[in-house]
Antibody
Framework: EVQLVESGGGLVQPGRSLRLSCAAS????????MHWVRQAPGKGLEWVSG????????GYADSVKGRFTISRDNTKNSLFLQMNTLRAEDTALYYC?????????????????WGQGTMVTVSS | QSALTQPASVSGSPGQSITISCTGT?????????VSWYQQHPGKAPKFMIY???KRPSGVSNRFSGSKSDNTASLTISGLQAEDEADYYC???????????FGGGTKLTVL
């Protein structure tokens, strides 16, 4: 079964850091781009960051550029999101999502598999 | 403010058809056939419904269809059923600077 399981969320004070992880199983992880998409409480979906299959293409939303860093470890089938200088507006459920197309030249074709999310709350 | 514009809500009766529009620009929807649609029920993760404008993943009902004209994409649901009541989001590739944009979401109510 194809599965994505996020972890690492929690309550953190503004200005502090947090590292999210996503464990993948059931597919050849190093063939696919991976992404983080977030959803603030009661709001819509917002793409945060993506990384292609071999890590040579990486993108960030303007709202997190310079503060967040995406990475992957293909030997451990894992995706990560290092979040620094967190702000109240970063409070959201963070989903890990898989690209539908292997070796995708465009970084994203579509998000065909989603995890259940990990909640990040930034508050003093 | 989302990059793609969707109506906040649509509604229809069981058996009817509805269409949800998603308006972007020549930098996203207008330039790439990489529009996708997602269904999200309350408290659940989004579900992949349509990709590359009009392709349906295996397991998705053929009552769901997608299309695109210029800078606007559309999702049509025919033969509305109670279980279709959910939020729907459009998404598009937007080039190598912005990469990905989502619509603000549309709440579908089945009357």
């Amino acid at each position: 079964e194809v599965q994505l399981v996020e972890s690492g969320g929690g309550l953190v004070q503004p200005g502090r850091s947090l590292r999210l992880s996503c464990a993948a199983s059931g597919f050849t992880f190093d063939d696919y781009g991976m992404h983080w998409v977030r959803q603030a409480p009661g709001k819509g979906l917002e793409w945060v960051s993506g990384i292609n299959w071999n890590s040579d293409t990486i993108g960030y939303a303007d709202s997190v550029k310079g503060r967040f860093t995406i990475s992957r470890d293909n030997t451990k089938n894992s995706l990560f999101l290092q979040m620094n200088t967190l702000r109240a507006e970063d409070t959201a459920l963070y989903y890990c999502a898989k690209d539908s197309l292997p070796y995708d030249d465009y970084l994203i074709d579509a998000f065909n598999i989603w995890g259940q999310g990990t909640m990040v709350t930034v508050s003093s | 403010q989302s990059a793609l514009t969707q109506p906040a809500s649509v509604s229809g009766s069981p058996g009817q058809s509805i269409t949800i529009s998603c308006t972007g620009t020549s930098s996203d929807i207008g330039s790439y056939n990489l529009v996708s649609w997602y269904q999200q029920h309350p408290g659940k993760a989004p579900k992949f419904m349509i990709y590359e404008v009009n392709k349906r993943p295996s397991g998705v009902s053929n009552r769901f269809s997608g299309s695109k004209s210029d800078n606007t994409a559309s999702l049509t649901i025919s033969g509305l059923q109670a279980e279709d009541e959910a939020d729907y989001y459009c998404c598009s590739y937007a080039g190598t600077s912005t990469y990905v944009v989502f619509g603000g979401g549309t709440k579908l109510t089945v009357l």
